[in-house]
């Protein structure tokens, strides 16, 4: 079992009397580029004690143009975790590559993470949420076709001498030639999110990627989109490895599992209520048509539709409570769905820093060293390459 | 009123649905249809068939038209439909088009001129033109664009979009047969018109080019594209009229079908 601890950066300040979306049209006046300051350094300081405490590694991930994760630039703060830390993982969960043009530039930058971090980058490619085709003007019916041929791409970049010539239907590339590589061979281990399209599933399995699925559904969808990758693995030819699979879920832990509510569960529903609206949004031909049928049985299921706690309790869309209440739950999950990776979302919308790291501690002493031994396996060797010592501050 | 009848007609790109009807008339008339993908079972068509040799070929990704996958943009678009003019040997014929339908036509008109004799743009989109946005029509509730595509609340497509917004919390409990049409008529639409939106920055200065006489209809209610839009079309291309429609909307050929037939009808001559 591997451990991450995942960001995603979140506004915690929306007006109480703004009741639009957080995506695509929310309005910028509304981001505080001071408080935005402070927030950048408390959310990498909480990604950075994580290595303390002992997690297999961290997680950042890309988002545009709203007030539900202010990260749009992942490799950005990847290359200072990179600097701030020496053992963990950096998973960039992901690159939205047809944002990226040309993808080579993934390619190099994902290849300096690895060199800066000693090996320790986890190459995270993503299609992009829906709102980012309204936020780049992107056309959502190429969205499929693009990521295919910028995968195709940059995996040719680390894995064939430059330079060469690339001519897909998307990118020609006259001379293709990056500089630098990545430091793990052929390439850094590559993670794929996903909320259950097939062509994503099958994609995964097709390339013995990692599937990660991405939370706010109730945890039976889990256990289906599981399947299906260990089904599509299946049709591959091979048993799915419970390390290619990965669980990303809200963990709080505190005293006790009253304390844990208390003080938790205001701050998920400003997440839920004022951080999702607008995250669902699917644009034209940006799923195929038999992926949206699938994905549309879930839809009912969505955190967005959640109106109490106890359905909250109930579909597992958030892990709270007392230290032994989260390793109960979180072994029964992890059981349940074959998951090797546990991607905690340890902040949560308005959630504060002292909670966060209190939490953080919880789970890192009381819950993680269980599970642990519950769950044995899983590569925790960390960099390949040891990083030079920060310069002293 | 003279039903068309449906047929597949095989192209460059896959089997394409087309509906025929009727008989006569100046030349064929070929109506070139909207993002709604309407033709099927049209009463406009089935008016003009009565005088004239309707055809109404469906876009790839409309009804079961086949080949998206070989669409990636308007010039797509347009070599589509030159293959569809040439399989049906019209050496020439007329064009109706509505809004998108409107924007093919032209974009036909001004790379083969000759083989169109006449053309009506019905709320043609197309153009980009400062100050006078097309309104966004991707993502959006049904309700509100139900309010812009119809002046009559009441008719039953306004009626049934504002139905649908009941299910936006759970869309799984709409039939997926109601919405797999939907999602590949509006990924179609994408493809054409997704980013430039809805427009083809080099048509404006091609149309100088279009030969045939052009009437422009423009509906006064018309929520989605401005009437300068309408003006643009009408003092570019060299000879072209611009008529307006009262107490019609975006989609006039479907709620005022009789208004419209003898708009066209009194254009394309019969």
């Known amino acids: 079992m591997r451990f991450f601890s995942f960001h995603l950066m979140p506004y915690p300040d929306l007006p109480p009397d703004y009741d639009g979306p957080a995506w695509i049209t929310c309005p910028n006046e509304l981001f505080d580029p001071r408080l935005g300051g402070e927030l950048y350094n408390r959310y990498i300081d909480e990604l950075v004690y994580a290595e303390e405490l002992g997690f297999d590694g961290v997680c950042v991930n890309e988002h545009h143009q709203n007030a539900y994760g202010i990260m749009p630039s992942p490799n950005l703060i990847a290359s200072i975790l990179a600097r701030l830390t020496s053992r963990v993982r950096i998973a960039v969960v992901g690159n939205a590559l047809p944002l990226y043009d040309p993808p080579t530039r993934v390619a190099e930058e994902f290849a300096m993470i690895d060199c800066i971090s000693g090996g320790r980058l986890i190459a995270g490619m993503v299609v992009g949420g829906g709102p980012e085709y309204y936020s780049f003007s992107l056309n959502p019916a190429h969205a499929r076709e693009r990521f295919a041929e910028a995968h195709d791409l940059i995996l040719k970049v680390w894995t064939e001498p430059g330079p060469f010539e690339f001519t897909g239907k998307h990118y020609k590339l006259r001379y293709v030639n990056s500089w630098p590589r990545p430091i793990q061979q052929p390439h850094p281990e590559i993670w794929i999110p996903g909320v259950g399209s097939l062509e994503t599933l099958e994609f995964v399995a097709k390339h013995r990627y990692a599937y990660m699925g991405i939370p706010y559904f109730h945890i039976s969808v889990f256990e289906r989109m599981f399947a299906m990758l260990r089904e599509a693995c299946q049709k591959e030819g091979y048993e799915a490895d419970p390390l290619q699979l990965g669980w990303l879920v809200p963990i709080f832990v505190a005293e006790t599992d009253a304390e844990a509510r208390r003080r938790y569960e205001e701050h998920f529903w400003y997440f839920v209520r004022r951080l999702l609206p607008g995250i669902n949004i699917s644009p034209p031909g940006y799923t195929s048509v038999r992926s949206v049928e699938n994905i549309m049985k879930n839809a009912g299921t969505f955190a967005l539709n959640l109106d109490s706690w106890d359905e909250v309790v109930r579909g597992q869309y958030a892990i709270v409570g007392s230290p032994e209440t989260v390793r109960e739950q979180l072994a029964a999950n992890i059981e349940r769905l074959g998951v090797g990776n546990l991607l905690g979302l340890f902040q949560l919308g308005t959630l504060p820093a002292a909670d966060t790291r209190h939490s953080l501690e919880l789970f890192a002493s009381e819950v993680m060293p269980k599970l642990r031994a519950s769950f044995p396996g899983g590569d925790t060797s960390g960099a390949s390459v040891p990083t030079p010592a920060a310069a002293p501050s | ?270």
């Open chain 2, 1 to 270: 009123m003279t039903s068309l009848e449906r047929h597949a007609l095989d192209t460059a790109v896959g089997s394409i649905e087309l509906h025929r009807g009727g008989a006569g008339g100046p030349a064929p008339l070929v109506y070139l249809h909207s993002a709604q993908g309407e033709g099927p079972g049209m009463v406009l068509l089935e008016e003009l068939a009565d005088t004239r040799l309707v055809l109404s070929p469906l876009f790839p990704g409309f009804g079961d038209s086949e080949g998206l996958q070989y669409i990636d943009d308007i010039e797509d678009a347009a070599f589509h439909l030159l293959d569809v003019l040439d399989r049906l040997d019209l050496v020439c014929c007329d064009l109706v088009g509505l809004s998108l339908g409107g924007w093919m036509a032209a974009e036909l008109a001004v790379r083969w001129p000759e083989r169109v004799r006449r053309m009506v743009l019905v709320n043609p989109v197309g153009l980009y033109v400062p100050g006078a946005p097309i309104t966004e029509i991707f993502g959006r509730a049904p309700s509100e664009l139900a309010d812009e595509l119809f002046a009559d609340p009441n008719y039953p497509i306004a009626q049934l979009m504002r139905a649908m917004d009941a299910f936006e919390a759970d869309p799984s409990q709409i039939p997926f047969e109601l919405v797999r049409p939907i999602l590949q008529a509006q990924a179609a639409t994408a493809k054409v018109g997704w980013n430039p939106y809805l427009h083809n920055p080099k048509l404006q200065g091609r149309l100088r080019r279009v030969t045939a006489p052009t009437l422009i209809v423009h509906a006064r209610k018309d929520g989605i594209v401005p009437r300068a839009h309408a003006e643009v079309y009408e003092s570019a291309i060299p000879d072209a009229t611009l008529t307006d429609l009262d107490d019609a909307a975006h989609l006039a050929p479907l709620e005022r079908p009789g208004e419209v037939a003898k708009l066209v009808l009194e254009h394309l001559g019969d």
